[in-house]
Nanobody, 124 residues
Framework: QVQLVESGGGFVQAGGSLRLSCAAS????????MGWFRQAPGKEREFVAT????????SYADSVKGRFTISRDNDKNTVYLQMNSLEPEDTAVYYC?????????????????WGQGTQVTVSS
């Protein structure tokens, strides 16, 4: 089992920045690929970013490319999502997820473990 706890969400004005963190415990964190997903009210959960087990490969949704950066610190068992130039359309609950396969994955069905989510609200 892997337990995931997100933090860092909050309220920010458009153009601002937030950094989300996801702390993992349980099985060796460095074996897992990690992903960030988000779900806005009335919408389906969507892919945001993913990073492979080593941190050497990443992938982003087109809507966040160039504004968001995913990274990980395997010594701290933590994955981060740096979000810059936030827009009201980024408002959602953000979830981190772990995939035991280790490779980057954009499909939420590939992820085995999920956190509880953290709310991000961007005002215009």
């Amino acid at each position: 089992q892997v337990q995931l706890v997100e933090s860092g969400g909050g309220f920010v004005q458009a153009g601002g920045s937030l950094r989300l963190s996801c702390a993992a415990s349980g099985r060796p964190f460095s074996n897992y690929a990690m992903g960030w997903f988000r779900q806005a009210p009335g919408k389906e959960r969507e892919f945001v970013a993913t990073i492979n087990w080593s941190g050497g490969r990443t992938s982003y949704a087109d809507s966040v490319k160039g504004r968001f950066t995913i990274s990980r610190d395997n010594d701290k068992n933590t994955v981060y999502l740096q979000m810059n130039s936030l827009e009201p359309e980024d408002t959602a609950v953000y979830y981190c997820a772990a995939d035991r396969a280790g490779a980057i994955r954009t499909n939420s069905n590939a992820y085995t473990y999920w956190g509880q989510g953290t709310q991000v609200t961007v005002s215009s």
